[in-house]
């Protein structure tokens, strides 16, 4: 899949006969700061996710929710490359 590169916004749609499809972002956060991203999962315009890192800790974000009916947990990690 092809995602947002380091300092970008980007989304990626999973497709699947399992879970819906979900559209991701990844954002430098609002604040301005360049070491910290945010990551957002969205299903039907509906935010059932969010997390955000410090670059300087960690070069992983991750987003993990369970699907509508429980039936699966679902995990969305993007790396953030220097």
Sequence with gaps: MDGPHNGETGRVAIKSYLVPSYSVTLNKVSSGRTD???????????????????????????????SKNGDYQITITCLSEP
């Design 36 to 66: 910290e991203v945010q990551l957002v999962t969205k299903l039907n315009s509906k935010t059932i996710a969010q997390s955000s890192v410090d670059l300087q800790q960690s070069k992983e974000v991750t987003n993990k929710f369970i």
